[in-house]
């Protein structure tokens, strides 16, 4: 049994300011980590996956996640916003090596405020 | 590489009608495609895994003969929603992957309105 929780359904932030969404997960097995942005009426854009390799993980647009497996934790962040992350944002548990059945979790709106 | 579309991007039907959304790989091929469907506000839920040839797994709850899956070859699967009413309103996105174990690759969408 896999599932993720994403504790903030919305985060806002200056332009300019760091940004942090919060995703932990649960796991019977080694699980991959994946990150994927979903911007208004598009589908979704993968920024970064953590496959039991290096704990962090950088990936596209500056965004970079920490596996933490003590805290059971995958949490984005950034070092500074663009008004171009405004989106939602979704952290997404699937088993390792395993099937490729995922769970996704609920959900993070990003605002940006200039 | 690994592009998923998705056609149409927008489509509005009548209530009892049924509908057809396509999803290809244009680069490469997708043994395995998946269909999901997202409310406002919520997150994406699976509703069936497709392999190239056989039948689609549903998944709990999703009514196989209202949602009709074809994957009928390696670049192509149909996602049909017959006798639509309004509650099948919803973002529909499919994805595709080289294997079951591999990743997956996400189409646009698709937004069904049924009237």
């Known amino acids: 049994a896999q599932s993720v929780t994403q504790l903030d359904s919305h985060v806002s932030v200056s332009e300019g300011t760091p940004v942090l969404l919060r995703c932990n997960y649960s796991?019977?097995?080694?699980?991959?980590l994946f990150w994927y942005v979903q911007h208004p009426n598009k589908g979704l854009q993968l920024l970064l996956k953590y496959t039991s390799a290096a704990t962090l993980v950088k990936g596209i647009n500056g965004f970079e996640a920490e596996f933490k497996k003590s805290e059971t934790s995958f949490h984005l962040t950034k070092p500074s916003a663009h008004m171009s992350d405004a989106a939602e944002y979704f952290c997404v548990v699937r088993r390792a090596g395993g099937y490729q059945k995922v769970t996704f979790g609920t959900g993070t709106k990003l605002q940006v405020i200039p | 590489g690994a592009v998923v579309s998705q056609h149409p991007s927008r489509v509005i039907c009548k209530s009892g009608t049924s509908v057809k959304i396509e999803c290809r790989s244009l680069d490469f091929q997708a043994t395995t495609m998946f269909w999901y469907r997202q409310f406002p506000k919520q997150s994406l839920m699976l509703m069936a895994t497709?392999?190239?040839?056989?039948?689609?797994?549903?998944e709990q709850g999703v009514e196989k003969d209202k949602f009709l899956i074809n994957h009928a070859s390696l670049t192509l699967s149909t996602l049909t929603v017959t006798s639509a009413h309004p509650e099948d309103s919803s973002f529909y996105i499919c994805?595709?992957?080289?294997?079951?174990?591999?990743?997956?690759?996400f189409g646009p969408g698709t937004r069904l309105t049924v009237t």
């Open positions: 796991s019977s097995y080694s699980p991959s």
């Open positions: 994805s595709a992957s080289h294997s079951e174990l591999s990743e997956q690759y």
């Open positions: 497709s392999n190239e040839g056989s039948k689609a797994t549903y």
